[in-house]
């Protein structure tokens, strides 16, 4: 009779909200408690230097040439 392979453990694995350390603190200090330190800003960079696509899929934010990204981030940074 073959032995099945294919079992797993599943006292080894956390669940997927569990499973990396940025999402344990979110959880462990409530999600009240965000700031922006927390979260990711998108950034999508074209080739192009002036050039601004809209991503449709993600309501306000673009894909832009270098020079449309360095005026979108200067009031970020200064």
């Known amino acids: 009779m073959a032995k099945n392979t294919n079992s797993v453990k599943l006292n080894?694995?956390?669940h997927s909200s569990q499973?990396?350390?940025v999402l344990r603190e979110w959880q462990s200090r409530?999600?009240?408690h965000f700031s922006s330190?927390?979260?990711v800003l998108p950034l999508f960079i074209?080739?192009?230097d002036d050039d601004c696509q809209p991503i449709e899929s993600l309501p306000?934010?673009?894909r832009m040439g270098i020079n449309v990204c360095v005026?979108?981030?200067r009031p970020?940074?200064?």
Do not use: C, R
């Open 76 to 78: 970020l940074v200064t």
């Open 37 to 39: 330190v927390d979260f």
């Open 71 to 73: 005026e979108y981030l």
């Open 46 to 48: 074209v080739n192009s």
């Open 19 to 21: 499973s990396h350390a």
């Open 30 to 32: 409530g999600t009240t």
């Open 12 to 14: 080894h694995f956390l």
């Open 60 to 62: 306000e934010v673009n």
